[in-house]
Nanobody, 125 residues
């Protein structure tokens, strides 16, 4: 069983920055590929960023490429999402997710096995 707890959300003005964290339980965190997803009101959950087990490979949605950075610290069992140059359209609940089966990052939410409770990010114009 894996438990994921996100933190770091909040309200920020457009152009500002936030850093989200996701702390994981379990002894084999380094064997999980990890992803960040977001869901805005009335919209489907969408992939934001993903990172391989070692952290050597990262993937981003086109909408956040160049502004967001995903990273992980396997010793701390934590994955991060640094969000810069935030825009109002980034407003959503952000979720981290763990994929315990794949060795490559996938962008489909249904392929992930464990989810956090989410953290709200609101960007004002």
């Amino acid at each position: 069983q894996v438990q994921l707890v996100e933190s770091g959300g909040g309200l920020v003005q457009a152009g500002g920055s936030l850093r989200l964290s996701c702390a994981a339980s379990g002894r084999t965190f380094s064997r999980y590929t990890m992803g960040w997803f977001r869901q805005a009101p009335g919209k489907e959950r969408e992939f934001v960023a993903g990172i391989s087990m070692s952290g050597g490979s990262t993937y981003y949605a086109d909408s956040v490429k160049g502004r967001f950075t995903i990273s992980r610290d396997n010793a701390k069992k934590t994955v991060y999402l640094q969000m810069n140059s935030l825009k109002p359209e980034d407003t959503a609940v952000y979720y981290c997710a763990a994929d315990v089966r794949e060795i490559v990052v996938v962008t489909t939410a249904s392929r992930y096995d464990y989810w956090g409770q989410g953290t709200q990010v609101a960007v004002s114009s």
